[in-house]
């Protein structure tokens, strides 16, 4: 007598719903690299297809590093985005190891004050920090485009929260042995935040190899052009109507935050959702 398994509508229905959603996510980026493979007489033609009938992307990319540094626009990326979060990384594990570890008056206030300053948007500073910058003669710098970003307090809220899912006595073992503080949160609190720091990463990364408000603000020389701030300035002045090798170099900019999504991919699930733990 055989048994039939009732067919499960509503996993169907999510997973319909996921691929949709993935589509809509992914339509734009299918698009680029459709454009960055056509040559121009097909990016212009009436007819819609995204296979092109002639690949150019090589063409399109050689055009593209021909007419832009695009290179040295990739190292300033990663100078920048590396040099930002260790910064942070550096400033926000004592500090959350302070608000979850350990015991001081005021600390369930400070906290609070961490949380307020998540909710204050970076625009909202941008004018007195450009100002300090600029008394202190700093703009158009590498500096100019790390320091501002030296304190996450959204990095200090999640590695607080991951902190807290630690278990005291580790830390008490930890003192017993005669290892002070800041040793703690160095030999014993990193290695057991990794994937916090990998989720933290990602995020950090993103939203620093993508900023282009801040980088349009306090740049002026062409050689310190972050990625952003160099695909818009070479739609304007080199590509213009060219969209093979724009979509092109849009391509190679956004290239490394895949790969590095990619290969932090397990670790960035697991840091999330082990920061939720209570």
């Not at 004592?94 to 948007?121: C, D, M, N, Q, S």
């Not at 501002?148 to 807290?164: A, C, D, E, Y």
């Not at 290695?191 to 408000?213: C, E, K, L, M, R």
Request: glycine share 4%; net charge positive.
């Amino acid at each position: 007598m055989s048994h039939s398994h009732p067919i499960p509508y509503r996993a169907i229905l999510r997973h319909i719903l996921l691929i949709a959603g993935a589509a809509i996510m992914l339509a734009p980026f299918i698009w680029m690299i459709s454009t960055a493979s056509k040559p121009q007489t097909e990016v212009f033609s009436s007819e819609l297809h995204l296979i092109p009938h002639h690949f150019a992307l090589w063409e399109n990319l050689r055009e593209a590093f021909a007419k832009a540094n695009l290179l040295r626009f990739l190292v300033n990326g990663v100078i920048v985005t590396f040099s930002i979060f260790v910064l942070q990384i550096m400033v926000a594990l004592p500090a959350a190891y302070a608000l979850a570890k350990l015991r001081f008056v005021g600390r369930e206030t400070l906290f609070a004050l961490v949380l307020f300053g998540i909710l204050i948007p970076p625009q909202a500073t941008a004018i007195p920090i450009f100002l300090l910058l600029h008394n202190l003669g700093l703009l158009d710098s590498y500096a100019a485009l790390v320091l501002p970003f030296t304190i996450s307090v959204f990095g200090i809220f999640l590695m607080r929260q991951f902190f807290k899912t630690v278990p005291d006595d580790l830390v008490d073992a930890a003192r017993m042995d005669g290892i002070s503080e800041f040793g703690i949160v160095w030999r014993v609190m990193l290695p057991a935040a990794i994937p916090a720091v990998t989720a933290f990463g990602i995020f950090s990364v993103v939203a620093h190899w993508n900023d282009y408000f801040w980088p349009l603000i306090v740049l002026n020389s062409e050689q310190l052009r972050t990625p952003p701030l160099a695909v818009a300035h070479f739609r304007n002045n080199e590509a213009g109507t060219s969209y093979g090798p724009l979509m092109a170099a849009a391509m190679v900019i956004i290239a490394p935050l895949v790969i590095a999504f990619l290969f932090a991919q397990r670790r960035f699930i697991e840091g999330i959702t082990l920061t939720g733990i209570k």
